[in-house]
C-alpha cells in the first residue's frame, strides 16, 4: 500500500473513531435525558474554579430558586496550577460565595456525588482534558449533560478554541454572539450544532452599570486610574503577544514615576504566576517579590479576583489579553493593546476579535506606551472610542433579558421537565 493510501487511511479510522466516540456520547445523554423527564427534576452542579473566571451567581440564583432543580456549586481549583495559587483560589472563591450567600459541597461530599454518578448537568468553566483532579474531569463524566460558557470572550479562530473533544461531545456551549456560533460551525468536527447564541453573561454588569464599587486604593489626591493586564501567552510560545517578557520591569518604573499623578492596577490573567514559577529566568521568589512590588507601592495594587468594579472605576486599561479588548469596550474608555507584531496577532484573530482590537489604541514599545499615557490618559483626549457600540452591540443578550436567563430558559427548555 503507498504510503498515500496509508495516511489516508489512518486519518479516516481516526475520523471514524473519532464520530464513533461523539455517537456513543450522544447516546448516553438520550439516555439522561430521558431519566431526568421520568423523575421530572434534575441535579445541576456548577464548577466555582478562580474568581476572575466565575460568572454564574445569576445563573445558580435562578436553578436555585427552581424546584425542579437540585442545585450545588462545587469548588474545585484548577488542576495545573501551583499549589500555592490552588489555595488562593479556593480562598477567594469560597469567600465570594460566603458573602453572597451561595452554598457549596464539601469536598468528601462533591467527591461522592460525582463518583455516583448522580450529577445530571454539569458546568464546566473550561473545556480542557485534564481540568480537574478525579473524579471531577469531564472525560469521566461523558453520560452527564455536559455544558460549557467559555470563561473568556475568544477573539482567536484557533482549534483549541473551538474544535476540542469537549466542544463536540458537550450538550450545550453557549456562546457569546452569532460571531463566535459561526467559528463554530467553519472549527468544529460537529459544526457548533450544539452551540446556543445567548449574549454576553458579564453585559449587564459591565454596561452602564448602576451599582459601582470603588475598589481602587483611597490617595491623598485625585489620580487616574490605569489598569495593567499582562496576558501569560509568551510561556506558550505565542509571541505575537509576549509583553510580559519585556515590560516587567519597565511598568514597575513607569508606575514611580507618575506616582503623584496615577494609580496602577496590576491584574495578571490568573495563569500568569503559575506560569512564572515554572519559568527558567522566574521562580517562586523572584513572582513573590514582583506581586508584592504591585501591592505595596503606594499608588498601584494587585487585583486578582473579579474585574466588574476594577473596569467600571478605571480610567484605562493597557494590556494584551483576548477576552479584554471586547470587555474592556463597555466602559468606553481608552485601551491600549500592546505587541511588537499586532500584524501577526491579527492573522490569529476572528471577525469578533478584529472588530474589537481595531477599537483600540496600540503601542509596540515603551515610548508608544508613554505617548498613550501623557497624550491620551492624562489629557483625557480619547478619540478611539467613538463607535465603540459596535462591539457592544455584538454582546447584547437576544430577547431582551440576561444571558442567564438565555441559558436559563433553553435548558428546561431542552429538558421538557
Known amino acids: 500500500m503507498s504510503k498515500f493510501k496509508t495516511r489516508a487511511l489512518e486519518q479516516w479510522w481516526r475520523i471514524k473513531e473519532f464520530s464513533d466516540v461523539v455517537y456513543y456520547v450522544k447516546f448516553l445523554q438520550k439516555i439522561r435525558l430521558r431519566a431526568i423527564r421520568r423523575r421530572g427534576k434534575a441535579t445541576v452542579v456548577l464548577f466555582a474554579s478562580n474568581l476572575s473566571m466565575w460568572k454564574l451567581d445569576e445563573l445558580y440564583a435562578l436553578f436555585a430558586n427552581d424546584k425542579r432543580f437540585d442545585t ?185 514615576r507618575y506616582a503623584d499623578r496615577i494609580q496602577f492596577a496590576f491584574k495578571p490573567h490568573p495563569r500568569l504566576k503559575t506560569v512564572l514559577y515554572a519559568h527558567p529566568n522566574w521562580g517562586p521568589e523572584r513572582t513573590e517579590e514582583y506581586y508584592n512590588k504591585w501591592a505595596t507601592m503606594p499608588n498601584c495594587q494587585v487585583e486578582l479576583g473579579e474585574y466588574i468594579n476594577l473596569f467600571n472605576s478605571s480610567d484605562a486599561l493597557i494590556h494584551d489579553c483576548g477576552s479584554f479588548t471586547a470587555l474592556y469596550q463597555y466602559t468606553n474608555k481608552p485601551a491600549l493593546f500592546v505587541s511588537k507584531d499586532l500584524d501577526g496577532v491579527k492573522r490569529d484573530l476572528n471577525d469578533f476579535g478584529i472588530l474589537c482590537i481595531d477599537k483600540h489604541y496600540h503601542a509596540k514599545d515603551e515610548a508608544e506606551i508613554i505617548a498613550f499615557i501623557e497624550d491620551v490618559v492624562l489629557r483625557d483626549d480619547n478619540t478611539a472610542s467613538d463607535d465603540v457600540n459596535d462591539v457592544v452591540k455584538a454582546l447584547t443578550p437576544p430577547n431582551g433579558i440576561s444571558a442567564a436567563q438565555n441559558i436559563y430558559n433553553d435548558i428546561v427548555r431542552s429538558l421538557g421537565i
Open 72 to 256: 450545588h456549586v462545587v469548588v474545585a481549583p484548577f488542576r495545573t496550577f501551583t499549589e500555592e495559587q490552588k489555595s488562593s483560589d479556593v480562598a477567594a472563591m469560597k469567600a465570594h460565595l460566603d458573602n453572597q450567600g451561595i452554598p457549596y459541597l464539601d469536598d468528601d461530599t462533591a467527591k461522592a456525588l460525582f463518583r455516583k454518578g448522580k450529577a445530571d448537568i454539569i458546568f464546566y468553566p473550561q473545556p480542557y482534558y485534564g481540568l480537574f483532579e478525579e473524579p471531577f474531569d469531564y472525560h469521566d463524566h461523558k453520560g452527564a449533560l455536559m455544558c460549557y460558557i467559555p470563561y473568556a470572550i475568544f477573539t482567536a479562530n484557533n482549534w483549541w478554541a473551538y474544535n476540542l473533544n469537549f466542544h463536540n461531545v458537550a450538550w450545550k456551549l453557549y456562546y457569546p454572539t452569532t460571531m463566535h456560533k459561526d467559528d463554530a460551525f467553519r472549527q468544529a468536527t460537529n459544526k457548533g450544532r450544539n452551540v446556543v447564541t445567548v449574549g454576553d453573561i458579564d453585559y449587564f454588569q459591565l454596561y452602564k452599570p448602576t451599582n459601582i464599587t470603588d475598589v481602587w486604593r483611597p490617595q491623598d489626591v485625585k489620580k487616574r486610574r490605569i489598569i495593567w493586564a499582562p496576558h501569560h501567552s509568551f510561556a506558550d510560545g505565542d509571541m505575537h503577544r509576549d509583553s510580559f517578557t519585556y515590560l516587567a520591569n519597565f511598568m514597575l518604573t513607569v508606575a514611580e
